[in-house]
């Protein structure tokens, strides 16, 4: 699986695309390289944000699922998706249940969002 990594920058409220993290031992800070940078000094940062990671799978329409993705299944249900004991989890449902993802074929469900950009999804409008 290509790992790939999505940052939500709380201090622009943008979803950062195709970021990499610089190798502390405390988990690193989001960077990514802008298109007109002219040499490898010149990145942007994004100290003040939340590291999703792409799980590998994706939904029925091909979108890449990430963490913090809201999807909704084909009965209208709504999911959220999360990392926790080394497997990616939906939580919702009906029943507000506990999901693996893997278990939970994604391919019938269709991303609609995350809960950062879209947090009226769940019923919340704060952000």
Not at 42 to 65: A, C, H, R, V, W
Not at 73 to 97: I, P, Q, R
Request: charged share 25%; aromatic share 14%; proline share 5%.
């Amino acid at each position: 699986m290509q790992i790939k990594i999505r940052a939500w920058d709380k201090d622009s409220e943008t979803m950062i695309y195709g970021v990499g993290i610089t190798p502390e031992s405390d988990g690193g800070i989001p960077y990514q390289i802008p298109v007109n940078a002219h040499d490898f000094d010149q990145f942007d940062y994004y100290p003040n944000s939340i590291i999703m990671l792409y799980t590998g799978l994706k939904d029925k329409n091909g979108t890449e699922i990430y963490e913090g993705d809201v999807i909704r299944d084909n009965d209208g249900f709504l999911w959220v998706v999360y990392f926790e004991d080394g497997m990616y989890c939906a939580k919702g449902g009906e029943y507000e249940t506990v999901e693996y993802l893997i278990e939970f074929c994604p391919e019938w469900c269709e991303v609609i969002g995350n809960i950062y950009e879209h947090p009226h999804l769940l019923g919340s409008g704060e952000k």
